[in-house]
């Protein structure tokens, strides 16, 4: 059953003055096509609003880039550009907003999965970010846009003239963009140690950046210790300062058990 629309204003945190313009960025072609073949009302669908929101996407994490990293050249800007706006980072985003459930998909979507689909849950994100902006105006969006598409990134408020850094859910993804903006070599990752038994194993993994950078971590699989280990070297990469090895292996230790 779809969720209603009232539900989801409440975690973009805007109310539209124009409820139609959400409902119209939530509505798939595939039900329109539907309307124009059956004897339903004639619906519009979010093509037009996905076309529009891709440029207001684009224009806001431009500015906000360009406010926040004065001295980075063009090359480095556009590749956080393309990680923010990319195909995979706002399918993230729209998961986590559930958009999926709130979906108007014509009978055949719905039957081959379409609340679950990447494109279809990406050209909603898009659309609805049209529908703010339509609704109220480039602030709103703006506050939409750095809030839920720029989280884990380094942004800037212009009001209150700080720097915001929410949690990076990612971490090797982090540590690879970070070193390329640094001119830094690819993270490496490499299993060191294997220890216990076949069902209970605990892996330390190193990821090294360049000869310099370095970060080793413990756990009980592969893909949690690349993250971990991914995490103490892009905060120390942050933090522009090698720790001693004996602070690594404090952080690394509350990583394990906090």
Do not use: C
Request: proline share 4%; hydrophobic share 35%; no cysteine.
């Amino acid at each position: 059953m779809r969720a209603e629309p009232a539900l989801l204003e409440l975690k973009l945190k805007h109310r539209f003055g124009n409820p139609e313009l959400l409902q119209r960025a939530l509505t798939h072609s595939s039900l329109a096509s539907e309307t124009r073949n059956g004897s339903l009302t004639e619906v519009n669908d979010n093509e037009q609003l996905e076309f529009l929101g891709d440029s207001v996407l684009g224009l806001v994490v431009s500015d906000v880039l360009f406010r926040r990293f004065p001295s980075y050249k063009e090359g480095e800007l556009s590749t956080l550009k393309a990680r923010l706006v990319s195909a995979a980072h706002l399918h993230g985003v729209a998961r986590r907003l559930e958009l999926g459930e709130y979906l108007e998909l014509g009978r055949g979507e719905e039957m081959s999965g379409g609340r679950n689909k990447k494109t279809l849950l990406v050209d909603a994100l898009e659309a609805i970010i049209a529908a703010i902006y339509l609704d109220g105006g480039l602030e709103p969006a703006r506050e939409f846009i750095v809030e839920q598409v720029m989280d884990g990134q380094m942004v800037f408020d212009r009001e209150a003239g700080t720097d915001i850094q929410p949690a990076v859910t990612n971490f090797k993804e982090a540590l690879r963009d970070l070193a390329k903006l640094r001119k830094l070599p690819e993270p490496r990752y490499a299993t060191l140690h294997e220890q216990g038994p076949e069902h209970s194993k605990t892996f330390t993994i190193e990821v090294s950046v360049g000869k310099e950078w370095r970060g080793q971590a413990d756990a009980r699989t592969k893909k949690i210790g690349a993250q971990r280990a991914a995490r103490g070297v892009y905060e120390r990469l942050l933090g522009d300062a090698p720790e001693a090895p004996e602070e690594q292996e404090s952080k690394m230790a509350t990583d394990e058990h906090g």
